[in-house]
């Protein structure tokens, strides 16, 4: 297809939804954007600018391990797509995991301020899961 850009038919839909939903994609370390190709709209035209990213959520009081913070913060980041389920995050490790589709054209937060009655309180670290080299 030119510009680095393939184009790969699947023939069966499920094959397709279970790529889509395992990236983000890596060969050789290096980032591989998947994107749906949409009929009448010519591959140039489709923006190869986002991925999804598992991401960690550290440093976070406890009482701030609920749907709505992980909701909060993974919006300001991008689309959430998925949490994981909270008290199985908070006996794992006492972070907070979910799945973020972010605009890869702007450079990645590594941290996120922790807001309480319009205050900044403190900081969440942010640790993207299987980052490849671009990042």
Request: charge should be negative; aromatic fraction near 12%; proline fraction near 4%.
């Amino acid at each position: 297809m030119g510009d680095s850009k393939l184009f790969f038919d699947f023939d069966d839909e499920y094959d397709l939804e279970r790529v889509l939903e395992h990236e983000p994609s890596s060969y050789d370390k290096h980032l591989v954007i998947l994107e749906r190709v949409v009929e009448n709209i010519p591959i140039s035209a489709i923006p190869f600018w986002f991925a999804s990213f598992w991401i960690q959520i550290h440093d976070i009081p406890v009482h701030y391990m609920t749907a709505e913070f992980c909701n909060s913060i993974g919006s300001s980041i991008g689309s959430l797509l998925q949490m994981i389920d909270l008290e199985e995050e908070v006996n794992r490790g006492g972070y907070l995991r979910m799945r973020v589709r972010i605009d890869i054209s702007k450079p990645i937060s590594r941290v996120r301020k922790i807001w309480l009655e319009g205050r900044v309180i403190g900081w969440a670290a942010l640790k993207y899961e299987c980052r490849p080299t671009f990042c």
